[in-house]
């Protein structure tokens, strides 16, 4: 799996936590990190989730952790990119189901909201969930991946 991760100067702790956790994880290809690298960089939340959300869109990363200081701008911002679905999860059983009943490819977390250890469980276990295409939430997804594609379209 090829994962791709960013925060802005409110997350940049949470992410790094994350990147190297992800770094260190047998299941885990390769991690790119878009940044930021410290707090100093104030670059904005929204430029970072829709570069991380473009990756995603073009192939070049299978899913994305993304970190700002609440979690929901950042999901906000990578959900504007068309095929891309993010959340801000702060639980294992929100996680579990972004994959298995939406099929997500971004979780999110707010820095301020959840702390560090938990955000570590839940991607550990996030990273081994997968969407079954053949369940019965696929029609629902598809139903999301139409009105997009329809909607783009026009």
Known sequence: ?????????????????????????????????????DDGDDRAYPLLGL????????????RGVLVCGTGIGMAISANKVAGVRATVAHDSYSAERSIKSNDCQVITFGARAIGPE?????VTEWVGYTFDPSSPSASKVAHITDYEQTHLAS
């Not at 570069?51 to 299978?62: H, Q, W």
């Open 1 to 37: 799996m090829r994962i791709v991760v960013a925060a802005d100067n409110a997350g940049v702790e949470l992410k790094n936590q994350l990147r190297d956790l992800l770094l260190a994880d047998e299941r885990v290809r390769e991690v790119t990190d878009l940044g930021v690298p």
């Open 118 to 122: 938990l955000a570590k469980k839940i």
């Open 51 to 62: 570069a991380a959300a473009e990756r995603i869109a073009s192939g070049d990363a299978d």
